[in-house]
């Protein structure tokens, strides 16, 4: 792994919560990666709503970071910003050999994600996508893709943030075979339920505190109604489960009815309220459902407390292994994307 | 992955709980191996206490675990049995590419394991060892046979059981930095604590119920002084943080002297025992530990049921991540050797 060190020119679409951080990492860890991991990695273009910046010998991550703090858009990059181009001229035109896809998942046709992916996998470039519409919407044919180019497609960070849950399912527990997994994949409905159970907040109390800490977005409808822990439930199953799930086979369920008293209930019955999203293997085939679950105070994922998320997977010759991870910011879903980096080019 | 088959000859040295259990595996899992993985695993030899079993073309696995079955050794294998002879005869003259090491640990001089390891690795073989001694004993020098013969040496199962633990450390942990990380290591001596706090069994009686139920040696002496958890920590440190720690450098606490009431003092204060490996970075290095730890009830490791390991990593990136594992049989520990075994194959 050490032998030699290998360049890794990344353009980057979308510089919010998880690109943003990315850059930081790569900045942060430029030594890590290139000392202990041979891996020499120049920002040679970025993408966000203001346009491009694009320069083969690659970008100043520090200058990105300051155009950001500023308010500014990567379009007024000293020479190298282009105003009012688009992710998918970036994609397009770029010298690069890997895209990291962070733009926001639009769930309606998965743009611009999707063009931007597809483009860069038929251009030759690995991809690591921390943006579940294009796999929801795509799965199939974008690994297909991949494999017809030669190249990955990663996306480790699209589910339970940091946690390498996808990792675990698809690598660590490939010859075994999974009859039930279970997951609180969604961290916006399970602070809420948790600081509901355990501070006695409102539902209203609770989602303004979240939204207050970053931990919801201004519109929380996806998150609370249940569709991202279903989006997440569709990519843990084509990944990990290997079936060709999509949300329709989903049975969703939000947690926008649920009072303080019913929690307090369960708390007091032993019990707690989580919001699960489950495959349960059935007559030969998966059951999907994403719902609130009343969990026995001793299984894993009840102890999960308001900043964590968890999956837990019962295999056949396994056991039950399960795993969790503490997410204070969204640090560790740029961490995943660079793991996914790392792996790409350690891993082979 | 899929494209074309890859033949696997595969030596095993010990047929106990763990090699017994990888060629039950081998069996059951055959299509899940060729089919879905491209492998063609084949036992071309196998040797216990009896002697060995050699045969270019192919043992039965099933005609082994009959004869172990039936309390005789796989010397007395048909025509391909041979009394008397070493492990390391069968290292030494077999046809295979990957020899799979699950013999006793022998903290002493690392022998059989240790020998027929280098062997191997000599001869070009790659090897999964589940026999933590050779690794404490001499894991730099193993290591580095491997790099010059440019074969893969791994030890998943050595520590956690079937628990992905070294993987999760190793692989996905590669460009974070590790500042704490605590594990339960050793199922005997927290079988024994479970029981001893949860069901107010005095010390004798959760070690014979842990030796009746599998879970304890005969002699209990390594386990319940807490030398095993000490090796998996070396083994930790050196794989996973990269520190060339030896047996010296931990401190080494065991359970012998834990009383029922310490447990239920415990417990009243909603804490919880368990005898807890630590490595923590102080002043540049790590301190390491393995004693037995009271610990918030809320602690990851707190929740860890009579049959259960778990280990946590707290990161400067990726969060804190915390694994477990329920393991009622040694099987999951016999799943981790085929999953190092796979691994070899299908990630480089």
Redesign the interface.
């Known amino acids: 792994m050490t032998t030699g060190t290998t360049q890794v020119r990344l353009i980057l679409v979308g510089v919010g919560n998880v690109g943003g951080r990315l850059l930081e990492?790569l900045d942060?860890?430029q030594g890590?990666?290139c000392e202990?991991?041979g891996l020499d990695v120049r920002v040679t273009g970025v993408s966000d709503r203001s346009g491009l910046a694009i320069c083969s010998s690659g970008l100043d991550v520090q200058e990105i970071l300051r155009l950001k703090r500023e308010g500014q858009g990567v379009a007024a990059y000293g020479e190298w910003g282009q105003p009012g181009r688009t992710a998918l001229d970036l994609v397009r035109t770029a010298d690069a050999d890997l895209l990291v896809e962070a733009s926001p998942a639009n769930m309606v046709d998965g743009q611009p994600g999707l063009g931007c992916i597809e483009t860069a996998l038929v251009r030759g470039m690995h991809v690591v996508t921390a943006n579940k519409a294009p796999l929801v919407l795509a799965y199939d044919r974008l690994l297909d893709l991949a494999r017809r180019h030669k190249v990955q497609l990663r996306f480790d960070a699209t589910v339970a943030?940091?946690?390498?849950a996808i990792?675990?399912g698809q690598?660590?527990?490939?010859?075994?075979?999974i009859h039930r997994l279970e997951g609180v994949v969604n961290l916006t409905t399970n602070y809420i339920l948790t600081r509901m159970a355990e501070d006695g907040l409102s539902y209203e109390e609770a989602l303004g505190d979240a939204q207050r800490a970053g931990h919801a977005e201004t519109d929380p409808t996806l998150d609370v109604e249940g569709w991202d822990a279903a989006n997440k439930l569709v990519i843990l199953a084509r990944s990990v489960l290997g079936v060709p799930a999509t949300l329709d086979d989903i049975a969703v369920q939000g947690i926008t009815g649920i009072g303080t008293d019913l929690l307090s209930q369960a708390m007091a019955a032993g019990k707690r309220v989580k919001l699960v999203a489950v495959a349960v293997l059935e007559d030969g085939g998966y059951r999907f459902e994403v719902k609130p679950t009343w969990l026995d105070a001793?299984h894993?994922l009840a102890?999960l407390?308001a900043k964590q998320m968890g999956i837990v997977f019962h295999t056949d010759?396994?056991?039950?292994?399960?795993?969790?991870?503490?997410?204070?910011t969204p640090?560790?879903t740029?961490?995943?994307v660079?793991?996914d980096l790392?792996?790409i080019y350690?891993?082979?």
Chains 1, 2 share one sequence.
């Open positions: 990492l942060r860890k890590t990666l202990d991991l943030g940091g946690l390498p990792n675990l690598r660590d527990l490939a010859a075994a075979h001793n894993p102890q407390g010759i396994s056991g039950s292994i399960s795993a969790a991870i503490v997410e204070e640090l560790p740029a961490s995943a660079l793991r790392v792996q350690t891993l082979g």
